[in-house]
DNA sequence: CGTGATGGACAAGTAGCTTGTCCATATAGA
DNA sequence: TCTATATGGACAAGCTACTTGTCCATCACG
């Protein structure tokens, strides 16, 4: 069975990667963001690295332009993010976080650090750094977004 | 910035997970099983275990039991799934991969393999088992199923 | 044997996404 | 500079996977 590692891999991948999103959204939700779903986590990413237009935000979470426009008007309406002037774009508007969008970055941010954690412990800090530099040599180019 | 490895993990897992759905999606569509998604991959792993029911399965996927029954519908109307009597329970129904069923897992398991097989060759077959050896040591525990 | 739990089915509603169309603005080529 | 094509965004309608709610038949336990 020489492909037996390789199906255990995918395996572990898919688990670990559905424990982490669980154990995130339910932080997240504790930290009093409870009107967010994890898919809203992936435009966060986005819309935090700056410069972001819908239609970028679009491509990034690798749905339509409408679907995109959509989550946008929620994440507007719930007051984590505002829409601004492009400022040489007519057409465009830039999005960006508000202050409570900010305040929601950083709470994903603590979240996932403290479900990472038990695994830090579990495999030591030496070795966990050393298998967060080979899954990093991995380079996983895509997008960061729910596939499925 | 002592969680920065933490961030990171959890980015690569998750843009992992993504490009591994991804790859493995296409190639088993590209194997002809054109008409599933994703998300049936996880029901297939449940039911080629054995002894699964409906509800069983809806457990397992972590959606209501009706969702699972309209899945397993949609299965068994495109003739991968057959219903089978329960051996001690009148009630239930033992869901069974046809033929067709377990030829989608076979290629769903080549598809996996080949999905995988790159970041093999970029670790090298030892690195890479220390990697499979590590993410099994997290034992994520959790049913493996599209959490979001 | 009766009472609560469980597997499953039917019906209706919802939410997130799609396709299709349209307009205003931007960009590139003659 | 004028024209053609591409692009950001909005409006409308429809689809699909999922939900909640209800019900029945059968199981399991006192």
Redesign the pocket.
């Known amino acids: 069975m020489a492909e037996q590692p390789a199906l255990q891999f995918s395996a572990l991948v898919l688990a670990l990667a559905g424990e982490l999103v669980q154990g995130i959204h339910t932080r997240v939700v504790a930290a009093g963001f409870d009107d967010l ?1 994890p ?1 809203h986590g992936f435009a966060f990413a986005r819309i935090s690295f700056g410069g972001a ?4 935000l679009a491509e990034h979470l ?6 995109a ?4 008007d ?1 994440l507007v309406r719930k007051g984590y993010v505002e ?1 601004t002037a ?1 400022p ?7 999005l960006r976080l508000t202050e409570r969008g900010w305040a929601c970055t950083r709470a994903a941010d603590t979240a996932a650090a403290e479900a990472v954690a038990p695994y830090q412990r579990t495999l030591g800090a030496e070795r966990f750094a050393e298998l967060v530099g080979d899954l990093a040599a991995l380079g996983p180019k895509g997008p960061i977004r ?1 596939a499925w």
């Open positions: 779903r898919a237009t819908t239609a970028d690798g749905v339509t332009k409408q679907a426009a959509q989550l946008v929620e829409r492009h040489t774009d007519a057409r465009a508007r830039l729910p």
